[in-house]
């Protein structure tokens, strides 16, 4: 036998002892002990030590123990050999260490479970799911149910609040008995945690006349999951090589792309570096503002022109000293830059330039 620290999850000691135990049960003054020939030893809980020994049933099936009380079920050997179910369930007294009146119980009892919150009161089980409600003080008492089982049962137990009782049998199935209204499994218990609710997006009338700026686009302080470093980033593919504009003029047609002469700008079948040659090495200018564009304008911008200078500013963005690791142009907060004239001067169509996005 042996003590386990619950808190430790490990054996704090280890009883040598006699007899083989089956069943265990804790009650108030004693630990009841249920061996495999059929009798009872009531242990000290401090020492461990028998303090009486109760021949119960030739075999014993189930036991429980509420209080001062121990109601115990089992088997009998009959005269032709068989064990049948004993059709008493014995009670024993743990104050006085006597025997009471046995509770009569004809359809056999194989199971039996004491009410946690009325501690005379018990239900006694067959196999079969006849089940009785007894009272300890008035064995004569019959108060009986029938579980609709399709097999043998094979347990019962009371929840800790005493408010369900659940039946189990031999094809694994369930039966929970109690008020589907009222019904609790513990006095004091947590409520249950469920998963935060996501808040729902906000609902947006989309249409032609709809502003872009009502999504919006987030803005980042630090590096992003998806900005892996250099060393794991790999380039496929290879730019083409850009003509020269001044070979555009002298190239004739063929059926396969067009042909023209050298300039001599290069070597014949000259390998280039394209890719290094299409990086673009500016950094990012703050834009100027309205007035001092006013200044060097000399006429009306169309809305075209506006979507190609923005189109070929951000086109060739890197950040001064930055690296490719870093968090893109693209998701910084834009810094508003002030004049004299205030905030009206700032030029917010060189971030935000389409008709739509104000």
Known sequence: MFTIDVEKGAIAKEVPTKESYILMRRSSIYICAATNSGSINIL?????????????HAAINDIDAKNSYLVTCGFSLRQQQNWVLDP?????????????????????????RMHPKMSTTGIVASQTGQLQ???????????????????????LDFAPSGEALVLADIECSIHLWGSPSKVRFTEFGNPTEFADLVAPAPYVDWNLETPLSTIGIPYYHEKLLSAWPTELISELGKPPFRVDSDMLPQAFAGDIGVYGTNPKLIR?????????SNKG?????????????????????????????????????????????????????????????????????????LLLSR
């Open 268 to 276: 014949r079948n000259q390998a280039m570096n394209t890719r290094n």
């Open 88 to 112: 008493l369930a014995n009670v024993f007294d743990l104050r006085t260490l006597t025997q009471l009146a046995p509770i009569p119980f004809h359809a056999g009892a194989a199971y039996v």
């Open 281 to 353: 090495g500016s950094t990012l200018i703050a834009p100027k503002f309205l007035s001092e564009k006013a200044k060097d304008a000399k006429g009306a911008e169309g809305a075209q022109q506006k979507v190609g200078e923005a189109t070929s500013a951000l086109g060739n963005i890197a950040l001064a000293g930055g690296t490719e690791s870093e968090v893109p142009v693209f998701y910084h907060k834009v810094d508003i830059k002030y004049s004299k004239f205030g905030v009206e001067d700032f030029d917010f169509g060189q971030a935000d330039f």
């Open 133 to 155: 409600v007894v009272d300890l003080m008035n064995p004569n008492t019959v108060n009986v149910r029938q579980a609709n089982t399709s097999s043998y049962l094979s347990m």
């Open 44 to 56: 000290d809980p401090s020492s461990f030590h028998i303090v009486k020994s109760w021949r119960a």
